[in-house]
T-cell receptor, first 112, second 116 residues
Framework: SQKIEQNSEALNIQEGKTATLTCNYT??????LQWYRQDPGRGPVFLLL?????KEKRKERLKVTFDTTLKQSLFHITASQPADSATYLC???????????FGKGTRLSVIA | SAVISQKPSRDICQRGTSLTIQCQVD?????MFWYRQQPGQSLTLIAT?????????ESGFVIDKFPISRPNLTFSTLTVSNMSPEDSSIYLC?????????????FGPGTRLTVL
């Protein structure tokens, strides 16, 4: 069955540094991968989508890479701020008409 | 992007009762999905709701416990029936990226359910 692993349950980082979160998957060949931010008690908020034929995508301080050979995605937040503290979820999918498969998430804490 | 609202945002219910959660989207979408997120866990898909047909349930979820309605392309409800404390979770609806023709899926703010 499909399996998604996010490298760590929790990650603490100093303000201003770059946070790097990892998402690995097995038994799946997704058409795309999405990253979401989730704050406690709230629904996930979409951040970035990267397709299988894309290597890298950027949005402001966010950067996502996607290596289909390694079956891995890296999510970077540069110049991290305390406001970036949240749980970040990766999710794999085939199309907008099929449900996503989620990892367990990484809880990021940015310390001032 | 799609804007999704859910009602109620939270509720505290007694064991054995039922709660219906509403999901409203600001545009027409073909597919809507219902997820559950138990405390400290990731999202688990309950069912896929396609307008005009019966919902498709994932393993471990049944229609008698989680009946779903999908009367039109902008609205769906999920009912949590005969609740027990194990049903305490955040319930989330999401939609496929029909509005902007991408594969992005958007989520509602969630309904936080506590069963006593």
């Amino acid at each position: 069955s499909q399996k998604i692993e996010q490298n760590s349950e929790a990650l603490n980082i100093q303000e201003g540094k770059t946070a790097t979160l990892t998402c690995n998957y097995t038994n799946y060949s997704p058409a795309y991968l999405q990253w979401y931010r989730q704050d406690p008690g709230r629904g996930p908020v979409f951040l970035l989508l990267i397709r299988e034929n894309e290597k890298e995508k950027r949005k402001e301080r966010l950067k996502v890479t996607f290596d289909t050979t390694l079956k891995q995605s890296l999510f970077h937040i540069t110049a991290s701020q305390p406001a970036d503290s949240a749980t970040y979820l990766c999710a794999l999918g085939d199309s907008g008409n099929t449900p996503l498969v989620f990892g367990k998430g990484t809880r990021l804490s940015v310390i001032a | 992007s799609a804007v999704i609202s859910q009602k109620p945002s939270r509720d505290i219910c007694q064991r054995g009762t039922s709660l219906t959660i509403q999901c409203q989207v600001d545009s027409q979408v073909t597919m809507m999905f219902w997820y559950r997120q138990q405390p400290g866990q990731s999202l688990t898909l309950i069912a896929t709701a396609n307008q005009g047909s019966e919902a498709t349930y994932e393993s471990g979820f049944v229609i008698d416990k989680f009946p779903i309605s999908r009367p039109n392309l902008t609205f769906s409800t999920l009912t949590v029936s005969n609740m027990s404390p194990e049903d305490s979770s955040i319930y989330l609806c999401s939609v496929g990226g029909q509005t902007d023709r991408t594969d992005t899926q958007y989520f509602g703010p969630g309904t936080r359910l506590t069963v006593l």
